[in-house]
């Protein structure tokens, strides 16, 4: 199983809603990430867990939340987000952050958010 | 601060055609180097990698790149494309965080 799998699909949601991300691996890998990638933007780099500490925040502000509940587990927790945070969210995983662990990263399909 | 450049944001093409994809990078240090491909509505998919060794590495889907550090290139190629290759290609460098270029649209009609 090399999958990355990310609930839900699409999400549509208010300036005041609070809802989260999820995602899941079943790989073993020990580093996750959440990616926010634009309409016909390349990808940014938002959060990294390593063995299910936040290693890495990309100065992403408070609204976002990541939290990584166990190994194989990531989310996303969104509360109070503008219009201008809808994209799509990417999560992806890696065996680790050492050299070569890191190096191929697996991306699920993604979240389409839409902020009203 | 590493960056990475994909000047052609389009390259259209003919079915069985090769193609070029171009990348270049600019790094103080140790350079990692990566090419993703992305169908629509898809995640990202790892084509290949450079992390050292051989600088003519091969993937997956029949791509190869070329690390060239004199002209700081990352070329992706293919000599022939199919249909099925109509996807944004984005090339990528870096350590733990991976900073991507803007993409380029592979478009292959028959």
């Known amino acids: 199983d090399t999958e990355v799998t990310q609930t839900p699909k699409h999400l549509v949601m208010g300036m005041t809603n609070k809802k989260s991300l999820k995602c899941e691996q079943h790989?073993?890998?020990?580093?996750m990430y959440w990616y926010k990638q634009k309409a016909k933007k390349p990808p940014e780099l938002m959060f990294v867990?390593?063995?299910?500490?936040?290693?890495i925040n990309e100065s992403v502000p408070s609204r976002f939340s990541p939290e990584c509940p166990n190994s194989s587990l990531l989310n996303l927790h969104l509360h109070a987000l503008q219009p201008e945070d809808s994209a799509l969210y990417l999560c992806?995983?890696?065996?680790?952050?050492?050299?070569?662990?890191?190096?191929?990263?697996?991306f699920g399909q993604g979240t389409r958010l839409t902020v009203v | 601060a590493q960056s990475v450049t994909q000047l052609d944001s389009q390259v259209p093409v003919f079915e069985e055609a090769p193609v070029e994809l171009r990348c270049n990078y600019s790094?103080?240090?140790?350079?990692?180097l990566f090419w993703y491909v992305q169908y629509p509505n898809q995640g990202l998919q790892l084509l290949l990698k450079?992390?050292?060794?051989?600088?003519l590495v091969k993937g997956i889907n029949g791509f190869e790149a070329e690390f060239n550090k004199s002209q700081t290139s990352f070329h992706l190629r293919k000599p022939s494309v199919h249909i099925s290759d109509t996807a944004e290609y984005f090339c990528?460098?870096?350590?733990?965080?991976?900073?991507f270029g803007t993409g380029t649209r592979l478009l292959v009609s028959p």
């Open positions: 992806a995983s890696s065996q680790d952050l050492n050299f070569e662990g890191w190096a191929e990263a697996f």
């Open positions: 790989m073993g890998h020990r580093a």
């Open positions: 867990y390593s063995y299910e500490k936040l290693s």
């Open positions: 790094s103080s240090v140790s350079v990692y």
């Open positions: 450079y992390l050292s060794g051989s600088t």
């Open positions: 990528a460098a870096g350590f733990q965080k991976l900073v």
